[in-house]
């Protein structure tokens, strides 16, 4: 599962990229870099944290997540360059940040801060650049139907329905992720490398001055650029990147000197980003190891036991499931079987965000 970071130059992008992985990636006013920084991002789960207090284990493991921060020498003066798009096109969905802070130390690259602007320039780019694939595949089609028997039309013309239709709502201003489209018109479109189609976090990067207004500017750049497929975060990157270099206890100290909400808008933002890529976690408990096991939303109990291991999956009888809270409540599995909240679950349960699982298999 990757996600990968855009954004104008000077948004605050190596700054997020440094706060969500707690790394050290160059920061700098201009940036020459060819290659992308890529990092592993664990996504905050405060049911591990409640079970891991309960059952005191050895290990504890979160699910995570890699985030990918291209370089700004992707986007020229001619629009995004084609390999940058091609990479960004096998991402699983898009980190989006608009600069929405004042710095006199670090010009925006237009001028003047206008982040309602931006985010309208850099979607409008990628807009382009998928109306230029479409373009050139329905040439293709063109040229094939020309040369290819009749009884081998149709596919070619069920390809060239589904990109008229793209072709359309893209110059009717409307990204293909905001699309609503049948399950064989979704596989029909996986063939293609359409930037547009990916989920989007699109994270408002304000300034220190701006903390105390980060829900209303949520709300205002949700109403204005929200959607389906989309997601808005307002975070104060620099504050977000120096807290992340913190012990967790100083952290939250910090944060509470500042009178910055206890739940972090970093962490909200990750969660946001995990949950745009589909995905749920459930959980399994012990003295050895409390952990969040990712798997996408709707997969049932079987599917969900082989993220654990493949063998389980193969030889997979059914689960023992409980609610992590009620878990938490009763205080042990025991008390959790003597109160009924330990149930069974055969191959058809669909698993839920939060549930407990015990997987009992044989091979």
Known sequence: MELGIIGLARSGKSSLFNAVTRGRAAIGTYSSREEPNVGVVRVPDPRVDALAALFKPKKVTYAEVRWVDYPVAGFTAEGPGGRFL???????????????????????????????????????????????????RLARLEAEMRSVKAAARGALERDRELLGTLQRELEAGRALRALELSEELRKQLAQYQFVTRLPELLVVNIGESDLARAAEVEAEFAQRHGGRGVAVSALCAKIEAELAALEPAEAAEFRLDLGLPADSPLDRAIRGSYELLGMQSFLTAGEDECRAWPVRRGALAPEAAGRIHSDLERGFIRAEVARWDEMVAAGSIAELRRQGKLHTEGRGYEVQDGDVLNVLFNL
């Open 86 to 136: 091609a990479d960004l096109a096998g991402m699983d969905a898009l980190v989006h940040v608009v600069r929405a802070f004042e710095d006199e130390a670090v010009p925006h690259p237009l001028v003047n801060v206008d982040p309602h602007r931006d985010v309208e320039a850099l979607e409008l780019e990628l807009a382009f650049a998928d109306l230029a694939l479409i373009e050139r």
